[in-house]
Protein backbone atom coordinates (compact mmCIF):
# COMPACT_ATOMS: atom_id res chain seq x y z
CA UNK A 1 0.00 0.00 0.00
CA UNK A 2 1.30 3.48 -0.59
CA UNK A 3 2.51 5.20 1.69
CA UNK A 4 2.93 9.28 1.32
CA UNK A 5 5.15 11.70 3.08
CA UNK A 6 5.86 15.39 1.68
CA UNK A 7 8.83 17.44 2.35
CA UNK A 8 10.56 20.13 1.05
CA UNK A 9 8.23 23.15 1.85
CA UNK A 10 9.24 26.56 3.77
CA UNK A 11 9.06 30.34 3.38
CA UNK A 12 10.82 31.70 0.84
CA UNK A 13 10.51 35.24 -0.63
CA UNK A 14 8.78 36.02 -4.07
CA UNK A 15 10.66 35.16 -7.23
CA UNK A 16 12.18 32.18 -5.62
CA UNK A 17 12.47 28.33 -6.29
CA UNK A 18 11.29 25.40 -3.58
CA UNK A 19 11.34 21.55 -5.18
CA UNK A 20 8.97 19.86 -3.37
CA UNK A 21 9.40 15.90 -2.46
CA UNK A 22 7.04 13.07 -1.84
CA UNK A 23 8.28 9.37 -0.93
CA UNK A 24 5.99 6.92 -1.07
CA UNK A 25 7.90 4.28 1.88
CA UNK A 26 5.70 1.84 0.45
CA UNK A 27 7.60 1.56 -2.50
CA UNK A 28 4.45 1.30 -4.75
CA UNK A 29 5.00 4.53 -6.72
CA UNK A 30 5.82 2.70 -9.72
CA UNK A 31 1.89 1.33 -10.18
CA UNK A 32 0.12 4.91 -9.20
CA UNK A 33 0.35 8.23 -11.02
CA UNK A 34 0.99 10.62 -8.80
CA UNK A 35 -0.71 14.69 -8.57
CA UNK A 36 0.05 17.05 -6.47
CA UNK A 37 -2.27 19.42 -4.77
CA UNK A 38 -2.62 22.40 -2.68
CA UNK A 39 -4.98 24.37 -0.32
CA UNK A 40 -4.51 27.88 0.61
CA UNK A 41 -6.40 28.72 4.06
CA UNK A 42 -10.17 29.22 3.59
CA UNK A 43 -9.86 27.74 -0.18
CA UNK A 44 -10.51 24.31 -1.37
CA UNK A 45 -7.95 21.84 -2.45
CA UNK A 46 -6.97 22.97 -5.63
CA UNK A 47 -5.16 20.96 -8.68
CA UNK A 48 -1.43 21.68 -9.32
CA UNK A 49 -0.20 19.24 -11.69
CA UNK A 50 0.61 14.86 -11.71
CA UNK A 51 2.41 12.79 -13.96
CA UNK A 52 1.51 9.58 -15.35
CA UNK A 53 2.95 6.32 -13.94
CA UNK A 54 6.20 6.03 -16.71
CA UNK A 55 6.34 9.70 -16.94
CA UNK A 56 4.52 9.77 -20.07
CA UNK A 57 2.53 12.50 -19.50
CA UNK A 58 2.56 15.36 -16.94
CA UNK A 59 -0.48 18.10 -16.44
CA UNK A 60 -0.51 21.47 -15.16
CA UNK A 61 -3.27 23.68 -13.71
CA UNK A 62 -3.01 27.11 -16.51
CA UNK A 63 -1.76 29.10 -13.26
CA UNK A 64 1.58 27.16 -12.61
CA UNK A 65 2.40 25.78 -16.52
CA UNK A 66 5.88 27.54 -17.61
CA UNK A 67 7.27 27.94 -13.56
CA UNK A 68 6.55 24.22 -11.57
CA UNK A 69 7.82 20.88 -13.16
CA UNK A 70 6.74 17.76 -12.06
CA UNK A 71 8.95 14.54 -12.13
CA UNK A 72 9.43 11.40 -10.78
CA UNK A 73 11.87 8.70 -9.79
CA UNK A 74 10.43 5.60 -9.59
CA UNK A 75 13.09 3.52 -8.56
CA UNK A 76 13.19 6.02 -5.52
CA UNK A 77 9.77 5.52 -4.96
CA UNK A 78 9.53 9.95 -5.16
CA UNK A 79 7.92 12.73 -6.93
CA UNK A 80 9.39 16.08 -6.88
CA UNK A 81 7.39 19.43 -7.76
CA UNK A 82 10.03 21.99 -8.81
CA UNK A 83 8.47 25.39 -8.31
CA UNK A 84 10.37 28.47 -10.03
CA UNK A 85 9.60 32.02 -9.80
CA UNK A 86 7.16 31.69 -6.34
CA UNK A 87 4.31 34.17 -5.95
CA UNK A 88 2.47 35.00 -2.69
CA UNK A 89 -0.61 33.55 -3.77
CA UNK A 90 1.50 30.22 -4.34
CA UNK A 91 1.02 30.19 -0.56
CA UNK A 92 -0.53 27.15 0.51
CA UNK A 93 -0.48 23.76 1.99
CA UNK A 94 1.31 21.46 -0.80
CA UNK A 95 -0.28 17.34 -0.60
CA UNK A 96 1.12 14.71 -2.73
CA UNK A 97 -1.35 12.17 -3.53
CA UNK A 98 -1.66 8.57 -5.74
CA UNK A 99 -4.08 7.33 -7.84
CA UNK A 100 -3.65 3.69 -9.07
CA UNK A 101 -6.27 3.06 -11.81
CA UNK A 102 -6.17 5.62 -15.03
CA UNK A 103 -8.44 5.23 -17.54
CA UNK A 104 -5.95 7.28 -20.22
CA UNK A 105 -8.12 10.96 -19.78
CA UNK A 106 -5.48 13.41 -19.02
CA UNK A 107 -7.65 15.49 -17.23
CA UNK A 108 -8.78 12.52 -14.99
CA UNK A 109 -5.78 13.82 -12.93
CA UNK A 110 -6.91 17.01 -12.12
CA UNK A 111 -10.11 15.44 -10.34
CA UNK A 112 -8.86 14.88 -6.14
CA UNK A 113 -11.51 12.59 -5.47
CA UNK A 114 -10.64 9.25 -7.30
CA UNK A 115 -6.85 9.29 -5.52
CA UNK A 116 -6.40 6.77 -3.88
CA UNK A 117 -4.07 7.88 -0.78
CA UNK A 118 -2.82 11.26 0.37
CA UNK A 119 0.10 12.75 1.97
CA UNK A 120 -0.04 14.89 5.17
CA UNK A 121 1.22 18.14 3.47
CA UNK A 122 3.78 20.48 3.38
CA UNK A 123 3.58 24.18 3.65
CA UNK A 124 4.88 26.68 1.21
CA UNK A 125 4.81 30.49 2.51
CA UNK A 126 5.85 32.91 -0.64
CA UNK A 127 6.10 36.84 1.04
CA UNK A 128 5.91 39.53 -1.30
Known amino acids: QVQLVESGGGLVQSGDSLRLSCVDS????????MGWFRQAPGKEREFVGA????????LYTDSVKGRFTISRDNAKNTVYLQMNRLKPEDTAVYFC?????????????????????WGQGTQVTVSS
Open 51 to 58: ITYGAEHT
Open 97 to 117: AAKRLWLGLLTDLAEPGPYDA
Open 26 to 33: GRMMSNYC
